[in-house]
């Protein structure tokens, strides 16, 4: 499902609800593409601290913990920079999504 927020610049995002498939696969590459630049380097830090003891391993185990929430986090980050849902469904389940 997905979620389509709007800016009052005019900006409108869509964004996945759930899990990120594209963050199991792709890792830091998804906030940094989306312009998410303090979640690329706390992913940064996380998947070379954890990858660095394991051989590698550790830095996939953080992208399958962070595919879970990373798209509930950047949804938060969304609304905390002014954006608002579109449409009243989208509200609903913005509230509880994010809140739930």
Do not use: C
């Amino acid at each position: 499902m997905k979620i389509v927020l709007r800016h009052e610049s005019g900006l409108v995002k869509e964004v996945k609800k759930g899990f990120s498939w594209t963050f199991l696969f792709f890792g830091l590459f998804v906030p940094l593409i989306r312009g998410d630049l303090k979640w690329t380097i706390i992913m940064l830090l996380l998947q070379a601290l954890a990858g660095a003891f394991t051989y590698g391993i550790g830095a996939f185990v953080v992208s399958l913990i962070f595919a879970f929430i990373y798209n509930k986090i950047y949804i938060k980050g969304l609304l905390e920079k002014g954006y608002k849902a579109t449409t009243p469904e989208d509200e609903e389940i913005i509230m509880n999504y994010v809140n739930g």
